[in-house]
Structure formats: structure tokens, C-alpha cells
């Protein structure tokens, strides 16, 4: 296909996703790009836009066409600088301007430090994001990084445009220099992708690579821990639908932002960047809007309202060790939605579970039984919920009659059956058989 086809295809594209965005009718489509799952915009205290100014050729910035065709609120501010080979374009923004864009309660540090020990407060984070010409390989470049902060003024996103490869290296050294003091770096699929390809591109520059900080938090193995629904994925878009319930309209899909900046090269339009700059925007407001949710849910705050991302939170609190917190968070998500767990009860069973485990662990054991006999109540359950209530029977109470029965009770579900009786239950059954036998003759003497 001859490229000028291509290029033509590529932007019948764009003027699609532009027209999607243009002019909705009032109520139809929240300025901001957010649709409620829910449905209906959200009320929005502040003001924003879709998208930063993107610098012209002349030094001065323009509205995006999907912008400028629809009035849109502006941010707090905006500015654009001109580098070397290189634009740097800020917007700020105040706080409740997205769904959910809050700066993290303090309470939350607790649930972060859970995942990284080395956090040491909620100041000095930098959500990061790039875009680039591939995917691998020592030719690709971050054309565009996409860096936001927590100031006095507001949410501020700072996004670093190459608009001449030859200011690559000048453009490198201003990251680097915005990077400076800061000890937190959020990422999204950063620790896989976004930091190995920049710091590729300053080891080829010869430059000192301000990576890693002193912490990076990558909110992808995040939102897997916190398990994953049905509807959804486990990209960064889906996790912002999850979590906050919104879903982004009219974004350009990943695919097609190397070949725009290509035309962009070839061409020297930048409006033709104008998507790629507002999906990078997005990506980074998107990642302060999870910091606030994901606070919640990991120390099982006020605003959590997932049982089922609590209960993963539980999960991996208990992982690491940190069994106050995965209690607190296994008991929130079964207070909170009892049609929850009425419609999942594969999942209220697990709950309940890592519940019990928790609270043996902490030697609760009368809770530890209340959970276990609430989850044998729910119906079918494994050999091992009856050998662990058998257990906590037997050292927490030292009812070794009631234990004998948990486990007899297990084992007439294989009574008449044609399936081979597991050998932990029979292994159970004798050891419980030989210390009330052992009871017996301690009372006799």
C-alpha cells in the first residue's frame, strides 16, 4: 500500500475518533471524557479539559480540533515552553476535576507501605507515562513522557513532546531534571515497560539515568492483586472503569500512536498529535485518580466499597505478612455488600478462608471458628475447611469430641461414593482416634 494510502487511512481514522468527541448535546457527555458506567455525567466541581494546549509552530498554543469544536472548561492553567528539539506543555488541574482525582488520604500510607516497604510518606510521587515509536528494540523512542505531581495550585501534568529527534538528549536532560527530589515513581506496566525504555535511551545517550527512585509502585500488579471481574481487563483503561466507574469515550487505541507521530515527522502537522497528547494526559490523571481508590481499598478506608478488590487486598496484605491490616480489610468486604456475597459464593467462601487464617494466625481462634462454620454453611466446601475447622476445634477450644464430629462429617460426603477418600482426612480421623483414646486412659488413672 503506498504510504500516501496510508497516510490518508490514518487520518480518516482520526477524523472519526474526533467526530465521536466534536458536539454532544447538553446532559449526552461530560466534557471531561468520562462516561458513567453508571449512566449520566458525573457533577464536577472543578474546571478541566480534555486535553493540554499543544504548542504551534510559532511558540504559541492551540486547542486540539476536538477541543476547540465544543466549549469546554479550561484548567486552572496552562503554559507551554519551548525547548532544544523539544516542547514542554503544563496543565493544572484542581482536585475532584476527574472522578476520583484526589490526593491520597494520609491513613493510606499504611495499605502502600504494605507494598513497598520503603515508602516513607504520601509527598515526592510522580505519575509517569510514555509513548513511543515501537514496542522493542534499540530504535524505540519515548517521543512523549507524560509526568504529574500533587503542587500547592493543584494536580499539574507536565508532558514532554521530541519534536525533532536531534532534542532528544537536550529533552532527556530536562526530564532528568524534573525528576530531581522526587522519591516515588507511579507507573502503570512502568516496571516492563516505561523504565526499561527510557533508561535504554539514556545509557545510548551517554547520560546519567535519573532511574530508578527510591520506590516505584506499579499500580498494574495493584490492580491484579485486587482480582478481576468478569467485564473487565487488566489495562490501565479497564482499571479506571473498575475502580472509579467511569469509562474513557472517543481515546485513541495504542496501536496507532507510532504511526501519527510518524506522520508528524513526515509532515510537520502537530495537530495530527493532538489524540496521542490527550490519551497521554488521560493516562497520567488516570493513575492519581487509582492512587486515591487503591488507598481506600489497601487499608479498607471509608471511600472502599469493592468486596471483591478488598478481599484481594486481604489476600496480599497476608502475603506480606501484615495481618491487622488483611483483617481489617477481609472484614470490610463482608460487611459492606451482603447481596454480594449472596451472588458470589465462590467468592464469600474465599473471603472466609483467608479470613480464618488471619485470625488463627493472630490466635482468634473463637472468630476463626465463626468463619469456618459460616463458610460450611454457605454449602459444598473443600476437605480442608473441615480439616481446619477440625484443627481449630481441637487447639483452640481442646474439644477433641467436636473435632471428631467436623471430620466424620467429612468424611459421610464420600459415604456410598465411587471417589477414593482422601488420605488427610483418614490420616485425621486416626490421629484424633489415638488422643481421645489417650484422654480416656489419663481420666481412668
Known amino acids: 500500500m503506498p504510504d500516501k494510502e496510508v497516510l490518508e487511512r490514518l487520518r480518516k481514522m482520526i477524523r472519526e475518533l474526533e467526530s465521536r468527541a466534536a458536539v454532544f448535546p447538553s446532559g449526552q457527555q461530560p466534557a471531561h471524557g468520562f462516561v458513567s458506567a453508571r449512566g449520566g455525567p458525573p457533577p464536577l466541581p472543578g474546571p478541566f479539559c480534555p486535553a493540554p494546549p499543544v504548542p504551534a509552530a510559532g511558540g504559541e498554543s492551540v486547542l486540539p480540533r476536538a477541543q476547540a469544536s465544543r466549549r469546554d472548561p479550561l484548567p486552572l492553567s496552562s503554559a507551554v515552553t519551548e525547548g532544544d528539539g523539544y516542547s514542554v506543555m503544563r496543565t493544572v488541574y484542581g482536585e475532584g476535576a476527574f472522578p476520583e482525582l ?3 488520604s494520609a491513613g493510606s500510607l499504611e495499605g502502600f507501605r504494605a507494598l513497598e516497604p520503603s515508602l516513607a510518606s504520601l509527598e515526592g510521587w510522580v505519575y509517569l507515562d510514555i509513548e513511543t515509536t515501537g514496542l522493542i528494540g534499540a530504535g524505540t523512542i519515548a517521543f512523549l513522557v507524560g509526568l504529574g505531581r500533587w503542587t500547592d495550585e493543584g494536580f499539574a501534568v507536565e508532558q514532554y513532546l521530541l519534536t525533532s529527534r536531534q532534542g532528544e ?4 536532560d530536562s526530564l532528568a531534571g524534573a525528576l530531581m527530589g522526587k522519591s516515588v515513581l507511579v507507573t502503570y506496566n ?4 516505561d523504565v526499561p525504555v527510557l533508561q535504554s535511551r539514556y545509557i545510548l545517550a ?3 539515568c535519573p532511574f530508578p527512585l527510591k520506590a516505584h509502585l506499579d499500580f498494574l500488579s495493584i490492580t491484579k492483586a485486587l482480582g478481576r471481574r468478569a467485564p473487565y481487563g487488566q489495562s490501565l483503561k479497564e482499571a479506571v472503569r473498575r475502580f472509579t466507574g467511569y469509562t474513557r469515550e472517543s481515546d485513541i487505541p495504542g496501536n496507532m500512536i507510532p504511526a501519527l507521530y510518524f506522520i508528524y515527522e513526515k509532515e510537520g502537522d502537530l495537530s495530527v498529535l493532538s489524540p496521542v497528547l490527550k490519551h497521554n494526559f488521560l493516562d497520567v490523571v488516570n493513575m492519581a485518580c487509582l492512587a486515591y481508590v487503591f488507598g481506600e481499598i489497601l487499608t479498607a478506608g ?3 466499597g469493592d468486596p471483591e478488590a478488598l478481599s484481594g487486598a486481604g489476600k496480599l496484605h497476608l502475603r506480606r505478612g501484615n495481618l491487622e491490616m488483611a483483617r481489617r480489610c477481609l472484614e470490610t468486604a463482608g460487611s459492606c455488600a451482603p447481596e454480594w456475597r449472596r451472588m458470589k459464593g465462590d467468592a464469600e467462601a474465599s473471603r472466609l478462608r483467608l479470613l480464618a487464617k488471619v485470625l ?3 490466635g482468634d481462634w473463637e472468630r476463626a471458628i465463626d468463619a469456618l462454620e459460616t463458610l460450611l454453611s454457605l454449602g459444598p466446601a ?5 480439616l481446619f475447622l477440625a484443627r481449630c476445634y481441637e487447639l483452640g477450644r481442646g474439644d477433641l469430641d467436636k473435632a471428631m464430629e467436623i471430620v466424620s462429617s467429612a468424611l459421610e460426603r464420600y459415604a456410598g461414593g465411587t471417589g477414593e477418600v482422601p488420605e488427610s482426612l483418614l490420616k485425621r480421623k486416626r490421629r484424633l482416634l489415638k488422643a481421645i483414646s489417650q484422654r480416656g486412659r489419663v481420666r481412668e488413672a
Do not use: H, N, T, V
Open 102 to 104: 484526589y490526593m491520597p
Open 169 to 172: 538528549e537536550a529533552m532527556l
Open 190 to 193: 512502568g516496571k516492563a515497560f
Open 206 to 208: 551517554g547520560m546519567r
Open 302 to 304: 471509608p471511600a472502599s
Open 360 to 362: 488463627r494466625r493472630q
Open 382 to 386: 473443600k476437605d480442608e475447611d473441615y
